[in-house]
């Protein structure tokens, strides 16, 4: 079986999404904290959307210690790039988990500390409010938001 863990990631670091959606599960359920809970076709929609959004930029992962087996898998991974709403840099280190089902991924959760993020992002405004439950809150508003826009909605 190949590693579609290692296949996801190396798509991901070169900002293909259509490969990496051909990863999931047609009944994939994403989870992040920037996102949220996102099933099917916009956890889909969500890497699409990503990756668009980086293509010609400083945009780079670092993917490592992946394990998969046909039932599970797991890896950690670094995220460089710039925050387009401030231009300051991130550098997110992210631990997932995976289901498998059928080769394919069936479930994904990415778990990163938020108010990290928030604070290389925002600066001061995300040190004192990134890690309260009203940031998260506001941010999968955005985010979802965003998304939304993308698919038409």
């Not at 959307?49 to 670092?62: H, P, T």
């Not at 080769?103 to 778990?111: A, F, P, Q, S, V």
Request: a positive charge; charged letters at 25%; proline letters at 1%.
């Amino acid at each position: 079986m190949k590693n579609v863990i290692e296949i996801f990631y190396k798509a991901f670091n070169d900002l293909d999404a259509e490969t990496m959606v051909s990863c999931y599960h047609k009944d994939i359920v994403f989870e992040d904290p920037a996102f949220g809970v996102l099933k099917g076709n916009r956890a889909g929609n969500m890497w699409r959307m990503l990756c668009e959004s980086q293509k010609g930029k400083n945009f780079k992962i670092v993917a490592t210690n992946i394990t998969c087996n046909s039932k599970t898998g797991s890896v950690h991974w670094e995220a460089f790039y710039t925050f387009s709403k401030t231009g300051r840099k991130i550098h997110n280190k992210i631990d997932a988990q995976f289901i498998i089902k059928d080769g394919e991924i069936i479930k994904h959760t990415d778990h990163f500390s938020l108010h990290n993020w928030a604070k290389q992002a925002l600066g001061f405004k995300g040190y004192l409010i990134g890690g309260t439950s009203f940031f998260r809150r506001k941010l999968h508003f955005q985010t979802n938001g965003l998304l939304d826009k993308y698919e038409g909605i």
